[in-house]
């Protein structure tokens, strides 16, 4: 990239580090990236059904045959299921994808599933306030898009470590059956997002965060939760990323993966410790991604409208990299976010003015950021035209980061 059109400009130290003889890797760690490294990426069904084999096609029929003639005429999602639709044939579709287009199966399953969310009520539950306050935009919650416009689910259970809060949640049959409803609540705010069209958005992302989940005391209730999504909201995650994984979950992961078939296995996305920005960035951009993750997105956002989108650049170990924001007039204001993932650097930024002789203004003083730090939003209010210039220095660090920043400038309002 020519330095004179970017933004950014990158200072190497006068010195190199020596390199280092690379390090050998551990048991745990090898089995992690083989759990990641040998499993394809998903491909998500289109629903188109000249995209169909000539056998599903036909299976497709017979289970809309079979549904009227054994169940008669019905609907999900306010969808009519016989009603010659390509939303309906969507639906129908998950189904048969579910039981590998067994007819009986599937017929047996969508069943099972109409007659549950009869009994669950699960097309009202949306609108029902069910008291959960505490752990809403914390445990589970909808949270923008993924880069292919699938609606993102956030599942964070480390909270449950509190013993007080685990016994306000689950502390009886009650309040567990509550929590259920309201997990699933969750999930059908997110489908809600959904397209049921051929070649639309028809999934979601589930990223499931297991850093100091308890795992004994949330048995019961995972175990819970994954029967009920398995059974009754069939091919709906396109794709589940576990984030902060523990070294014992990929030990478990490679001794069932056996057991799991290719097209689950290609849906997981393991992320140890660490990683999680750049796991994240991969497949969500940094202004979707909250900010305890490495992103740029908080949850009073929501109020402005649409997320601005983000710049993204890599820090590589040994670099300094400065981003300078130019033509800013004087009286302007500008607002800026910048975030480095897992930092563990030095940030500063300092406000250049272009009259000669002038002094530059530390706006934020050099200052080391830990590598658990969220996202940095500061706004300055120049006298004087200038530039804005960002730093991240890594020279301290053999490690490639990735990153993202942005802004926007304010002119002075004239009186």
């Known amino acids: 990239m020519d330095s004179s059109s970017s933004p950014i400009s990158i200072q190497l130290p006068d010195s190199s580090p020596k390199p280092q003889q690379p390090l050998k890797k551990s048991f745990v760690t090898s089995l992690m990236e083989a759990a990641t490294l040998r499993t394809p990426s998903f491909k998500e069904d289109t629903y188109f059904l000249t995209h169909l084999k000539s056998s599903e096609r036909k299976s497709l029929q017979e289970l809309k045959d079979k549904l009227m003639s054994s169940h008669g005429p019905d609907s999900m999602w306010g969808i009519p299921l016989l009603g010659g639709d390509e939303k309906a044939d969507v639906i129908l579709l998950k189904f048969l994808r579910a039981r590998d287009f067994r007819v009986s199966d599937s017929l047996e399953m ?3 599933c109409l007659n549950w969310r009869k009994d669950f009520e699960a097309d009202s539950v949306v609108e029902e306030d069910l008291g959960f306050k505490e752990v809403e935009g914390v445990v589970a919650y909808m949270h923008g898009y993924d880069r292919e416009g699938h609606p993102v689910c956030y599942n964070a259970y480390g909270v449950f470590k509190d013993k007080e809060m685990y016994e306000r949640t689950f502390g009886d049959d009650e309040k567990l059956k509550k929590f259920l409803r309201w997990r699933v609540q969750v999930l059908e705010r997110g489908i809600k997002l959904l397209h049921f069209k051929p070649g639309g958005i028809n999934s979601i992302i589930q990223v499931t965060d297991l850093k100091d989940m308890p795992k ?18 069939p091919e709906m995650v396109a794709r589940k990323i576990f984030i902060n994984v523990p070294w014992y979950f990929s030990m478990l992961y490679s ?6 078939t290719q097209r689950t296995k290609s849906k997981f996305v393991i992320c140890k410790e660490g990683n999680v920005s750049e796991t994240l960035y991969k497949f969500i951009r940094p202004e979707d991604v909250p900010v305890q993750y490495g992103g740029l997105s908080r949850p009073s956002d929501s109020d402005s409208g649409p997320p601005k989108p983000a710049s993204e650049f890599t820090v590589k170990g040994g670099e300094k990299v400065n981003i300078q924001i130019e033509g800013i007039e004087a009286g302007a204001t500008i607002t800026w976010d910048i975030a480095v993932g897992g930092w563990d650097l030095e940030y500063s930024a300092e406000f250049v003015p272009n009259a000669e002789g002038s002094y530059t203004i530390a706006v934020e003083k050099p200052r080391k950021m830990g590598a658990g730090e969220e996202a940095v939003r500061n706004s300055y209010t120049s006298k004087e035209a200038g530039k804005m210039v960002l730093s991240v220095d890594n020279t301290a660090s053999r490690k490639k980061k990735v990153a993202a920043y942005r802004y926007v400038v304010r002119k002075a309002t004239a009186i």
Do not use: G, T
């Open 255 to 260: 001794m069932f993966s056996p057991f799991l």
């Open 110 to 112: 969508l069943i099972k």
């Open 216 to 233: 004994r005391e949330l048995r019961v209730a995972s175990n819970h939760i994954l029967s009920l999504f398995q059974d009754n909201y």
